[in-house]
């Protein structure tokens, strides 16, 4: 069955960088993009950005470009995403996901990830 | 600013049905499909409908969606226990260079 299996908590300092793993297991890593999201404290679901795996490229949510760096690694089916200049807004459970797309076409997500805690505290 | 509105709560008692409303614009949800998720506390959300009323496997026939010009819902018929949790309405937004935009999220209560 399809598997994303992300990587263990994390605790920063603010102006930091964070990179969280997410490994895919159980379906063709290179047919399917991957998403990240996110859930701080007491908020709702927000999108972090994706890589589309047709053209390698990245889309992030207009309030982390230039913070996010999105990837893919298709040699080891894994995905990464790196937060940087951290502040303790970004503490939260981020989530990579399977994106239901076409081709550069983002329609939803469907397998989630286990969420990683990132905690940036002084 | 793009927001998909939803009712913070919604309760029923076990059997009731209930609906969920998501409310949009002609930046999202009026030319894009909307998906619906489940999140329980401390665990990873779930996928509940896809392409505004397509059913996963595996996801009881009690969930259903609909969608109509910038509005969609999601209907719990039967309501039971397990079905508390957060639900999510999400879509994409074709505004500034575009990005995926998940609803206020809704609390369902089983009384």
């Known amino acids: 069955q399809v598997r994303l299996l992300q990587s263990g908590t994390e605790v920063k300092r603010p102006g930091a960088s964070v990179k969280v793993s997410c490994k895919a297991s159980g379906y063709t890593f290179s047919s399917y993009g991957i998403s990240w999201m996110r859930q701080a404290p007491g908020h709702g679901l927000e999108w972090v950005g994706w890589?589309?795996?047709?053209?390698?490229?990245?889309t992030s949510a207009q309030k982390f470009q230039g913070r996010v760096t999105l990837t893919l690694d298709t040699s080891t089916s894994t995905a990464y995403m790196e937060l940087r200049r951290l502040t303790s807004d970004d503490t939260a459970v981020y989530y990579c996901a399977r994106v239901i797309g076409d081709r550069i076409y983002f329609y939803g997500v469907d397998a989630w990830g286990q969420g990683t805690t990132v905690t940036v505290s002084s | 600013q793009s927001v998909l509105t939803q009712p913070p709560s919604v309760s029923g008692t076990p059997g009731q049905r209930v609906t969920i409303s998501c409310s949009g614009s002609?930046?999202?949800?009026?030319?894009?499909?909307v998906y619906w998720y489940q999140h329980l506390p401390g665990t990873a959300p779930k996928l509940l409908i896809s392409?505004?009323?397509q059913r996963p496997s595996g996801v009881p026939d009690r969930f259903s969606g609909s969608k109509s010009g910038t509005s969609a819902s999601l209907v719990i018929s039967g309501l039971r226990s397990e079905d508390e949790a957060d639900y999510y309405c999400?879509?994409?937004?074709?505004?500034?260079?575009?990005?995926?935009?998940f609803g206020t999220g809704t609390k369902v209560t089983v009384l």
């Open positions: 392409a505004n009323d």
């Open positions: 002609s930046s999202n949800l009026a030319h894009n499909y």
């Open positions: 890589n589309s795996n047709y053209n390698g490229k990245t």
């Open positions: 999400a879509t994409w937004d074709d505004s500034l260079s575009g990005f995926y935009l």
